[in-house]
């Protein structure tokens, strides 16, 4: 029988009528206070980088421990899993519902992961270590619940349709919470390859702080990972209502290599690296050149990922495939850095952002942003230059230069003014597209951003622009990491990259 949607949201009418009015008391204040403008202050990464972290306890499901530092959130969707009788409490909301979609979630906690593994120092020395390995437990402990048996994975708690119906937060709500599976007679391997990908980059995370539960974690990722493999489909086609939310439009064979890779990262074992060398043309990995990377698209990763093997211990066929790999991932990396020739390059608005479509366009900046510090390093370490077809040769300085304007204008350095990353600065996004009123500030969330002439607007239902998501911030955790390790050196790197080197793009 279809449940009355009215039944659900009248429960809490009284509760919705209050935050209604606290939020027009904020709206009217928000429109009066003047905002100084903030493209002129130098960039706090430190502070940037400690509140991107507290954004994760913002999204927290289940109950909460009693470190929890946001408040304001409390406990919420205890029951999830009971109807099923599977205990599906904890993980992540994905953005402003109330949600629990495993795709994406997942695909957060691998770039958390693997923005520890290559920052994680510069984590510790700014304080902020623990924190980040928390927000990633909090996922990882999830998917353990989820993952019940070899061959079963539960990818979602809760019906989107019927959740946007009603505006509630978390600790109110009283929608559907149905939850839904993947397993042998219903396959989705891009859900189960993901999943698979997440927790093998977490052990390898906590494989010194906690050997245990790293090889617990590995354990769960092997599995997945031959079960999206050997019951191959689509998973928005097994979980319906996950089609109009999350759909892949990619296919699963990216999410099979971005797995194996991860695995093979984790373990050295070669079979995993065998595989995706002898599936290389047949699942894209050496034949696609994407311009994005997301929680859909994994292809630019694995292909960085691979980028960054040593060629000399292959034989002469595993050399030409990685060497492919490679071509592909330089690819991505110089459409970012627009240089390559022609029109193979990504849009970048007058600001100078990375601009790939209008919905949610800082998730693909923020990921560009990530690959490019990730490959700068790289070549810093190799004394080597990335090569363009049309920039010639490009040093690692000057890649984490536009890496810097990136982060930059997120933090805002923008024809706006305003910063992108709630919290953080004097003026940034006071309407977020978000469950919670105003009074409670969603510190670390990165919105949607603006459009392709750099103008926001900031209005609750222009989800487009103003409703924050895990994978955006994700991304950017370990940036902000790098780049505070960078404002505490003496020298520099970015002098050579100026505000002209991007208007001659």
């Given amino acids: 029988m279809k449940k009355d949607v009215n039944h659900y949201c009248n429960h809490h009418q009284h509760r919705s009528i209050l935050s209604f ?7 009217i204040a928000a429109v009066a206070a003047p ?9 706090d990464y430190g502070d940037a980088l400690s509140k991107s972290l507290l954004y994760f306890e913002s999204q927290r499901s289940g109950r ?10 409390h406990h919420s969707a205890l029951l999830d899993g009971l109807e099923q009788g599977v205990d599906l409490v904890g993980g992540y909301y994905d953005a402003g519902d109330n949600v629990k979609f495993g795709l994406p979630m997942a695909f957060t906690i691998t770039m958390l992961s693997w923005g520890v593994i290559e920052y994680g120092d510069d984590m510790a020395a700014a304080g902020e270590y623990h924190h980040a390995l928390e927000a990633i437990k909090w996922g990882t402990d ?22 946007h119906y009603c505006w509630q937060r978390p600790e109110d709500m009283a929608t559907s919470r149905r939850a839904y599976k993947v397993d042998e007679k219903n396959p989705g391997s891009e859900v189960a390859g993901e999943t698979a990908a997440a927790m093998a980059a977490a052990s390898i995370v906590f494989r010194r702080t906690n050997p245990h539960y790293a090889h617990l974690l590995l354990q769960h990722a092997q599995q997945l990972f031959e079960f999206g493999d050997k019951y191959r489909g689509r998973y928005h086609e097994s979980v319906k209502a996950a089609k109009g939310f999350y759909p892949s439009t990619s296919g699963y064979n990216d999410e099979l290599l971005w797995a194996a890779l991860w695995l093979y990262k984790a373990t050295t074992n070669q079979t995993y690296l065998n595989y995706a060398l002898q599936n290389a043309h047949h699942f894209g990995g050496a034949t696609w050149a994407v311009k994005e990377f997301s929680w859909d698209i994994k292809y630019a990763g694995l292909q960085l990922l691979l980028l960054r093997d040593e060629t000399t211990r292959h034989d002469n066929h595993s050399r030409n495939i990685l060497e492919t790999y490679r071509s592909k991932a330089e690819y991505y990396l110089c459409a970012n850095l627009n240089k390559n020739v022609g029109n193979d390059n990504v849009q970048l608005t007058p600001g100078g952002l990375i601009y790939i479509r ?12 990530f690959l490019l510090t990730v490959y700068s390093d790289h070549l810093r370490s190799t004394n080597r230059r990335l090569s363009c077809s049309a920039g ?14 990136q982060v930059d204008y997120v933090l805002g350095k923008n024809p706006a003014g305003t910063s992108y990353l709630v919290g953080y600065g004097k003026r940034y996004p006071q309407r977020v597209h978000h469950r919670d009123p105003n009074p409670n500030v969603l510190v670390g969330a990165v919105v949607g951003g603006p459009d392709e002439k750099d103008r926001f607007r900031d209005v609750r239902e222009n989800h487009m622009q103003t409703e924050a998501c895990t994978y955006n911030t994700a991304a950017l955790v370990g940036v902000f990491a790098r780049l505070n390790r960078l404002e505490e050196e003496e020298d520099d790197p970015f002098d050579e990259y100026s505000s002209s080197t991007i208007a001659s793009m």
Avoid at 358 to 369: C, E, R, T
Wanted: charged fraction near 15%; avoid cysteine; aromatic fraction near 10%.
């Fill in 358 to 369: 209008q919905w949610n366009n800082l998730q693909y900046a923020s990921s560009a942003a």
């Fill in 392 to 405: 010639g040769h490009v040093d690692p300085s000057e890649i984490l230069g536009f890496v810097r304007s």
């Fill in 21 to 27: 009015i606290l939020i027009q008391i904020t709206i």
């Fill in 64 to 73: 909460l421990p009693h470190g929890q530092r946001v408040n304001w959130r």
């Fill in 142 to 163: 999830y998917f353990v619940k989820a993952h019940t048996s070899p061959n079963v994975l539960w990818v979602q708690v809760g019906d989107g349709d019927t959740d």
């Fill in 35 to 43: 905002f100084s403008d903030q493209s002129s202050s130098v960039p």
